[in-house]
């Protein structure tokens, strides 16, 4: 799960980093569209998140991040496709927009699996460690951003039209989303060769609860019907 989310995390992080310059220098968007379409992505996984967790107990804890690696393999190299394909045209904006939400989506499945799985692969006794490797984990994966400047290397802080063009033609920010796909891959095969209990792992003690096991056998609605009705929420 650890590896899991490094990989993941390098992967939106250097994604949160360059996709407002993709959509500006690439697809031909404005900047206050870009803005926009950054404000809709990062706020609409946080809510899908919400959404969705509660169905990754039903998907499975080894389903659920093969399915959102999946999805979110499939809309990196769509909205890195897009440009190229079209240019940067409205054809291309369009289809950027709807790769963008099926990204957004493979992300909400799968941020809540990296939590959830850091829990259901500790017990009460190693879960404080846990959540500490898993923050250690996630700014390791951050800490490799450097590749964004490898890839944009092209291009200097404030490019000339001329400049923008020449990169575009190129291939532009392109490549970047091929590693960005690739990354995305090796989560599903991080997940398809290492995760194969899905059970929570065993407490050194049995101290499993009538409510905890009350907990464990509750239904998606349930679960969100929780959620909603805590005073912290």
Not at 142 to 156: H, I, K, N, Q, S
Not at 171 to 183: D, K, S
């Amino acid at each position: 799960i650890q590896a899991l989310n490094m990989v993941y995390c390098l992967a939106y992080f250097a994604f949160v980093t360059i996709n407002s310059l993709h959509l500006s220098h690439d697809v031909g968007f404005s900047d206050e569209a870009a803005g926009l379409m950054v404000a809709m992505f990062m706020t609409g996984t946080a809510i899908l998140q919400i959404i969705l967790g509660p169905i990754l107990d039903r998907i499975g804890f080894r389903r659920t991040p093969l399915i959102a690696a999946t999805i979110v393999t499939v809309g990196f190299l769509g909205i890195g496709a897009s440009p190229l394909f079209f240019g940067p045209t409205s054809v291309a904006r369009g289809f950027v927009f709807f790769f963008y939400l099926v990204a957004m989506v493979g992300n909400g499945l799968m941020f809540p699996i990296l939590t959830a799985g850091t829990k259901r692969y500790s017990n009460k006794e190693t879960q404080n460690a846990a959540f500490n490797f898993w923050y250690l984990s996630m700014n390791a994966g951050a800490m490799f951003l450097f590749v964004v400047d490898y890839v944009r290397r092209p291009l200097v802080d404030k490019p000339t039209v001329e400049q923008v063009a020449v990169f575009r033609e190129a291939g532009g920010n392109a490549e970047f989303f091929w590693f960005l796909a690739a990354l995305r891959a090796l989560c599903w095969f991080i997940v398809y060769f290492f995760v194969k209990n899905e059970e929570q792992f065993p407490e050194f003690r049995s101290t499993t609860t009538t409510e905890e096991k009350k907990k464990e056998t509750m239904s998606i609605w349930q679960n969100l019907r929780e959620v909603f009705g805590n005073k912290a929420f």
